[in-house]
Antibody, heavy 123, light 106 residues
Framework: EAQLVESGGGLVQPGRSLRISCAGSGFAFGDYAINWVRQAPGKGLEWLGFIRTQPYGATTDYAASVKGRFTIFRDDSKSIAYLQMNSLKSEDTANYFC??????????????WGQGTLVTVSS | DIQMTQSPSAMSASVGDRVTITCRAS??????LAWFQQKPGKVPKRLIYAASRLQSGVPSRFSGSGSGTEFTLTISSLQPEDFATYYC?????????FGPGTKVDI
């Protein structure tokens, strides 16, 4: 069974950095792009960014709200994708989810999500 | 960037009601449109993909339609477990964007 598990969330001070992880199992992790999505408390879903697979150069796209501060990268040997978050602000406080995305079959797009990891930015 | 709007933003409904939620994109996204259901404290669950294809395991009372810029999610007969917030997502163009959500309550 395909599974994604986020980890690494926690309390971080404004202006600091944090890296969270998304570990995949039960499927060919390297064959899927990975999205990061967040949800602030009581708010809607916000798509943050996306990393393609190695055949597509592992290139990335980001939402304007985080471009230049957040970076996504992946280590397919470990089946992990990362979200590096820099210069964190209080408005980055949210539950962060990852979701897989097939570039060749729409059936496998956003079909599987992790349970989320909570990031709280506060002094 | 493509902006997504949903209407209504919230609605009250009763068990057995037919519910229709509309999602509009500011530019065409062909059928790269998915619908998600989310209950409080839970992970979003995909209901519909490719605008009209039903996710395996999702009850047939859910259906999706549309292409281009206008899409609908219909629940033919609302059940107690359907009270939740529903989001559309376009993934036809980067950056991908979610709609603001529609909360369906009693």
């Amino acid at each position: 069974e395909a599974q994604l598990v986020e980890s690494g969330g926690g309390l971080v001070q404004p202006g600091r950095s944090l890296r969270i992880s998304c570990a995949g199992s039960g499927f060919a992790f390297g064959d899927y792009a990975i999205n990061w999505v967040r949800q602030a408390p009581g708010k809607g879903l916000e798509w943050l960014g996306f990393i393609r697979t190695q055949p597509y150069g592992a290139t990335t796209d980001y939402a304007a709200s985080v471009k230049g501060r957040f970076t996504i990268f992946r280590d397919d040997s470990k089946s992990i994708a990362y979200l590096q978050m820099n210069s964190l602000k209080s408005e980055d406080t949210a539950n962060y989810f990852c979701s897989r995305y097939s570039l060749s079959d729409i059936l496998f797009t956003f079909d599987n999500w992790g349970q989320g990891t909570l990031v709280t930015v506060s002094s | 960037d493509i902006q997504m709007t949903q209407s209504p933003s919230a609605m009250s409904a009763s068990v057995g009601d037919r519910v229709t939620i509309t999602c509009r994109a500011s530019q065409g996204v062909t059928t790269y449109l998915a619908w998600f259901q989310q209950k409080p404290g839970k992970v979003p669950k995909r209901l519909i993909y490719a605008a009209s294809r039903l996710q395996s395991g999702v009850p047939s009372r859910f259906s999706g339609s549309g292409s281009g810029t206008e899409f609908t999610l219909t629940i033919s007969s609302l059940q107690p477990e359907d009270f939740a917030t529903y989001y559309c997502l376009q993934h036809g163009n980067h950056p991908f964007t979610f709609g603001p959500g529609t909360k369906v309550d009693i």
